[in-house]
């Protein structure tokens, strides 16, 4: 078989006419030039070179393939610059926007194991509540919940279903029981709040059922709502996909059905082939829906 790192041989005894200057300008032995050059001879089929008391000097056959092998030792020159510029690019800053709860929970390790791959790659962790707009370049990447990704030059991939039910920790369901169904909640300590678009469905499933009266305290984010479940004060509506990982957390009931929202990764259309948004984009997105896939798994 012809081995390709063999023309670069062929072209430097072209070049200088005799295996020693050859061997000069490759930093190998002369002995180890004319063994590659009639390796590549023996492959071809062809003899390239008459070996002469002066040098080497090209056949008829060797002085018609110059042409294509300097093609090739320039494709492959084209190719190392291309590989060493990407190479390069793996570094930088990426910006990423997601909810705060996510931010410390799931993203946490995520984003060191992140930095021991790429370590020149920075990253600026937005956990505002506002809603970055990745098309007027607010941040590179966002983890977020969407019924569906609306925004013009938006691409990416559902991590898991948004889903949230009802938690409480191990060491409140010792001491109060765990509520299996909504009307076992009357009488437990709730906690309400979680900010205006995760009370806007929770209070109104607490409405329902006659709850919101069992509500003792308000937080304004998930992360107080997290917070508070793990310290045992009371339970809760966390989302299934941070919740069924904290070990000390337990599923109370089936997820509270509402809007169909999903978790998703995302990126701008102009961003997804810049080299470090690229790796970052990948490597979340493998290391997050195997997290997804995961939590299912544990609860069959």
């Not at 194991?113 to 920075?122: A, S, W």
Request: contains cysteine.
């Amino acid at each position: 078989m012809l081995d390709w790192n063999d023309l670069r041989y062929f072209l430097a005894v072209a070049r200088t006419g005799s295996t020693l200057s050859a061997g000069r300008s490759l930093r190998v032995s002369q002995t180890t030039v004319a063994r590659r050059v009639s390796a590549l001879e023996q492959a071809l089929d062809l003899v390239l070179f008459d070996r002469l008391q002066s040098g080497y000097v090209l056949t008829p056959a060797g002085e018609a393939l110059v042409p294509q092998a300097e093609q090739v030792e320039g494709a492959i020159a084209v190719f190392a610059d291309s590989a060493a510029g990407q190479a390069r690019d793996l570094k930088g800053t990426v910006r990423l926007t997601t909810q705060e709860i996510y931010a410390i929970t799931v993203l946490a390790p995520l984003l060191r194991d992140l930095h021991e791959l790429h370590p020149d790659i920075r990253i600026e962790l937005d956990t505002s509540d506002e809603l970055r707009d990745l098309a007027s370049g607010g941040a590179d990447i966002a983890l977020r919940t969407e019924i569906q990704p609306s925004g013009a030059g938006l691409v990416g991939r559902k991590i898991a279903a948004d889903s949230w039910t009802v938690y409480c920790s191990k060491s409140y369901a010792a001491k109060h029981g765990k509520p299996r169904r909504p009307r076992d909640l009357q009488g437990h300590t709730l906690i309400g709040g979680g900010g205006e678009g995760v009370w806007r469905i929770y209070g109104a499933w607490l409405r329902q059922h006659a709850l919101e009266e069992s509500v003792v305290i308000h937080h304004d984010s998930p992360t107080g709502l997290l917070s508070a479940v793990r310290s045992g004060f009371g339970i809760a509506v966390l989302p299934c996909f941070i919740a069924d990982g904290e070990s000390d957390l337990i599923r109370c009931m089936p997820p509270v059905h509402g809007e169909e929202r999903g978790l998703w990764l995302m990126t701008h259309e102009r961003l997804r082939h810049t080299p470090r948004v690229r790796a970052v984009l990948d490597f979340l997105g493998e290391r997050l829906q195997h997290a997804a896939r995961a939590s299912l798994s544990a609860l069959v």
